[in-house]
């Protein structure tokens, strides 16, 4: 049985209610809210007709001033192009040429098209047709934000407030025939799910000879493409939802909630030395506050794991090819098999893998051939764009508040883990990534969390109650907070990372530091809150 605190903490994702993003009168310290405001966010920019930013270019080396190169550059804008493709599900269903910019068909933005698909290979299980549809705050290629849920002709003179694209745009969009799950809610986070405890068919929770449950951990793909209408090869598709209100009552369920494409590159820059060398730096400082934290590691080569909430992933290049496999149901050459194979789900013709490097001998899937940037299969093209993506860039102007915010947010301890800055490596292929700092605000290590942030899913080495840190650089910007999104006020989210030993648990490791941060005066609270929305 999942024990009651592993429940506590799942079922307080799935009470979420409308979050406050606008500031609130102040009794005492108050998180003010996403940095400019809630105008100023993506799905609001797309409300008012304003394009969403595109991925900030990662800018010149601050020592020795180089830049990217012409071909660098040229994979990052086809990255980007290639991101906010919307797919079909066939290989011929795009409304316009594959791999094309939608122009003259009304579309806000043509590299990031809303009703117009110029793309194919989505799987007949996905939980987005887009890559940018949950990577959209406050960029494109950030964290999970809002759009506006009617993107068509009428959504253009009349919109919608944005909302949760889970909610109303993805399960349905080209008349897909979904139920959207309760913790999938109108005004709440992009939830990814993920079954703690394999399942039957009839959705019973699996034990073995001993009758323990057996661990499951793995994606369940919300969406199935039942009833689509933009593609007559699948007419008598019959796939079914998993049965998600069935394994929330059985307290089966753990949510994640999209981590932000943005300086991706940068972090992969960093040697394992310098993560293991900033660790050992702080060790005695780290024992006195009850502070462990380990790397996790590759199961091969025993290196330094480091992307994903548990940074379960080793390089940007396995997380786009593994992202486009288990979110978007798109085989590629690194995920080459379909997380669901019905034949009446997948249409006749589909090859597999379907997102390949392109090697045909005419232009009908080559998308231009001869154009070198059309060789190289979309994941690799993802790969290129985060690799050369800037990190989220501070307010260029903080109050005095923040900066004060920023000296007690490391007394606190708060640094300690959450470290302010590395180098990467001193030589690289790329000038422009070689010997620069790193402002991500992360030791990359995996931390004991405690029973209130446990989620029951292991990766890697990292245990049930182990998250990596998360980078802080961006977070001013961010909806929403922790891994599950339970949260859009960072005044709580500091304090969840407070839990005592218990269902088996140990306390977590942030609790001296916590404390720290409670016994604070009123107005230096709010500095650390001010400084931290600042980044």
């Known amino acids: 049985m999942i024990s009651r605190i592993q429940w506590a903490a799942c079922a307080a994702t799935v009470l979420l209610v409308a979050p406050n993003f606008l500031p609130t009168q102040a009794l005492a310290q108050t998180d003010q809210g996403i940095r400019g405001g809630y105008q100023n966010t993506a799905g609001m920019l797309q409300f008012r007709g304003i394009k969403i930013p595109q991925p900030p270019l990662i800018g010149p080396h601050p020592t020795t001033g180089a830049t990217i190169s012409a071909n660098e550059l040229a994979s990052f804008r086809e990255g980007i192009l290639r991101a906010g493709q919307l797919e079909s599900t066939c290989d011929n269903c795009a409304m316009v040429t594959d791999g ?38 406050p960029t494109l290629g950030g964290s999970g934000g809002f759009l506006v849920p009617n993107p068509g002709p009428q959504g253009a003179t009349n919109p919608l407030p944005p909302e949760n694209p889970m909610f109303r745009l993805f399960p349905f969009r080209f008349g897909k025939q979904n139920v959207v799950p309760s913790f999938e809610q109108q005004f709440g986070p992009i939830r990814e799910v993920r079954f703690v405890y394999k399942v039957d068919d009839a959705g019973n929770i699996l034990r073995d000879d001993n009758g323990n449950p057996i661990p499951d951990g793995g994606v369940k793909q919300l969406w199935v493409v039942k009833g689509i209408s933009n593609d007559p090869t699948i007419p008598n598709c019959s796939l079914r939802q998993p049965d998600f209100a069935k394994q929330a009552a059985n307290r089966n369920v753990a949510f994640r ?26 060790a005695s400082q ?60 997948q249409g006749p013709n589909k090859p597999e893998p379907n997102d390949v490097t392109r ?62 800055q590395m180098q990467t490596a001193p030589v690289m292929n790329s000038p422009v990534l070689q010997n620069r700092p790193v402002r991500l605000f992360s030791d990359l290590l995996v931390h004991h969390m405690g029973a209130g942030l446990a989620d029951g899913i292991s990766q890697g080495g990292a245990g049930p109650d182990e998250f990596r840190t998360t980078p802080l650089w961006g977070v001013g910007q961010r909806m929403f907070f922790l891994h599950d999104g339970r949260t859009s006020d960072l005044l709580e989210a500091i304090s969840t990372h407070y839990s005592g030993a218990s269902g088996g648990y140990p306390a977590s490791e942030a609790n001296a530091v916590v404390t720290r941060f409670q016994s604070l005066q009123v107005n230096e609270k709010q500095a650390i809150l001010d400084f931290l929305r600042s980044l």
């Open 359 to 420: 090697m045909d001998a005419d232009d009908k899937n080559n998308q231009a051939f001869k154009n070198p940037l059309h060789i190289m299969a979309d994941w690799m093209q993802f790969q290129l764009l985060m690799r050369f993506t800037d990190g989220p860039r501070p307010d260029p102007s903080p109050s005095q508040s923040a900066v004060n915010g920023q000296a007690l947010f490391t007394s606190v301890g708060c640094a300690l883990c959450h470290t302010p």
């Open 257 to 282: 909630i999209p981590l932000q494409m943005l300086g991706l590159g940068l972090i992969e820059s960093i040697q394992d030395r310098e993560i293991l060398a900033r660790q050992a730096a702080a």
């Open 286 to 345: 780290r024992q006195a506050l009850g502070i462990g934290g380990r790397p996790n590691r590759s199961g091969n080569d025993g290196t330094i794991t480091r992307f994903g909430w548990k940074a379960q992933n080793k390089s940007i290049t396995i997380f786009a090819g593994e992202a486009y496999n288990v979110e978007m149901g798109i085989t590629n050459e690194v995920f080459p098999t379909a997380t669901e194979e019905d034949p009446g789900c």
């Open 100 to 137: 094309s910019p939608v122009t003259n068909r009304g579309e806000l933005d043509p590299l990031f098209p809303q009703f117009t698909t110029n793309s194919n290979g989505l799987g007949a299980r996905h939980n987005a047709d887009q890559c940018f549809g949950c990577h959209a705050q």
